[in-house]
């Protein structure tokens, strides 16, 4: 064991001087990769992949959830679902940063992993793909035991050219896997359903499909007065049925999540009654269709984190299903759609009035476009306002809402609408633990128009 850490130490400090020569963070990731290898091979954890165009880090939640019940789990923290976040995982460290000294704390952080004999039985990792090439750097040195893929839509299309080869480059994940291991897919999404042609492991299914591997039926939104309290379904699996509910999720496109975290569960030999028992008290992550109070006695659903149009429409089936005496739709750009960000931008403002919001504010130049548009093709504008930044926006809402009103807020991460949300919260001093992006360095960041 010495001489082998003798020797990785070696093979470190020599990619280190190199980095230090180039300062190009290529290397950077290639001394990750290196450290991240090693740990692998020292330690021999099973591996739990989960890639997809939208619902990834609630599925990552829901599975963490599951397992971590039976096992000892770790799972990407923070945004850690890149080329530097995925070996830092392995390694339990955060980033260093610009600081020298903090990435030679990771360094010595990664002796001790190796020294160790204690290492988490199971990783959880979000593979977060935006760009051809991604996922076949993960499999150059991530080897799964299970690989999850959520759905494929119009997510990153400014980077690939349409979204079959988006399909394609998720699809890297499960052609990647050893006979032994298992590929859990979404039934539901013709796309990923189609994987199942593409590898030699065992596959399972998951969906509202009945006829898929674990399904559901009876879903039901729950309500303790007029505030939700959060959604019940009968899980069906293998002729077994059982309840779950699920106390902290609101939003129904979430229980998507959860059958592939109960899927999960199954390939780990857990029954449904632990299953079950783990995932009701799962709660969503920051930003992923939260319910937060709002000034007035109103309810915010906090879906700030990203954008795409299918989780838009996702997150606007939630509040047309929802008991409320007044729905507001605030909406900001979706970015990186590429030639389909017209389409989608429309898509989505026509299913807000559609699914009878009874009021829907934009921001941001490409929903102006689409309000446009909308009007061209005269269709009613009446309950559609525009406005130019955030504090427009925090100032209508702070003068119009009312008890009992529902407010959906939703955009890119580029947008920052988890602005519109702290204005408007009915405890300020929660933002921090409430919201996303609210880390000293992102409160910093000025936004800029994108």
């Not at 190796?114 to 051809?132: A, F």
Request: one cysteine or more; aromatic letters at 8%; charged letters at 20%.
């Amino acid at each position: 064991m010495l001489v082998k850490l003798i020797k990785h130490l070696g093979n470190l400090v020599f990619f280190i001087k190199k980095l230090m020569k180039s300062k190009k963070i290529l290397l950077l990731e290639k001394i990750l990769h290196f450290m991240a290898v090693a740990v692998l091979k020292r330690h021999k954890p099973k591996i739990v992949a989960i890639t997809g165009s939208v619902g990834k880090t609630s599925t990552k939640t829901a599975v963490f959830q599951v397992l971590s019940a039976k096992f000892a789990v770790r799972e990407n923290q923070k945004n850690y679902n890149n080329e530097i976040g995925i070996p830092l995982t392995i390694l339990g460290c955060e980033s260093g940063g610009n600081n020298l000294l903090a990435w030679f704390g990771v360094v010595l952080k990664w002796l001790w992993v190796l020294l160790w004999p204690q290492y988490p039985e199971i990783l959880v990792l979000e593979l977060g793909v935006d760009r051809p090439g991604d996922m076949a750097y993960f499999m150059s040195f991530v080897v799964p035991t299970v690989a999850i893929v959520t759905n494929v839509s119009a997510s990153h299309l400014e980077f690939f050219a349409s979204v079959e080869k988006i399909a394609k480059e998720k699809s890297v994940l499960v052609k990647a896997l050893p006979e032994n291991s298992f590929a859990i897919l979404n039934l539901d999404d013709e796309l990923v359903a189609k994987m199942s042609n593409l590898t030699n492991a065992q596959v399972l299914t998951f969906g509202l499909n009945q006829d898929a591997t674990v399904n559901v039926s009876n879903l039901i939104y729950n309500y303790q007065g007029e505030k939700p309290d959060g959604l019940s379904f009968k899980l069906n699996y293998a002729g077994k049925n059982i309840p779950i509910r699920l106390k902290h999720i609101l939003a129904g496109h979430s229980v998507y999540a959860a059958l592939a975290a109960v899927t999960t569960g199954i390939v780990f030999k857990m029954n449904l009654v632990e299953i079950a028992q783990a995932l009701e008290e799962l709660k969503a992550p920051t930003g992923r269709m939260n319910l937060v109070a709002g000034m007035g006695g109103s309810y915010i659903l906090d879906d700030t984190y990203n954008a795409s149009p299918v989780s838009a429409k996702a997150a606007l089936e939630t509040l047309a299903q929802l008991q409320a005496k007044r729905k507001i739709a605030v909406l900001g750009d979706m970015l990186e759609l590429g030639k389909e960000s017209e389409a989608g931008h429309l898509e989505v403002l026509k299913k807000a009035l559609q699914n009878e919001v009874d009021l829907v504010l934009l921001m941001g130049d490409r929903m102006k476009l689409a309000m446009e548009e909308f009007a061209k093709e005269g269709l009613p504008t009446a309950k559609i306002m525009h406005f130019e930044n955030h504090q427009a926006v925090i100032s209508t809402l702070q003068n119009m809402l009312k008890a009992g009103d529902f407010v959906l807020v939703k955009g890119s991460q580029g947008m920052r609408m988890e602005k519109i949300v702290a204005g408007i919260l009915a405890q300020p001093k929660e933002s921090e633990k409430l919201l996303c992006r609210q880390a000293k360095k992102w409160l910093q960041i000025p936004y800029s128009k994108p």
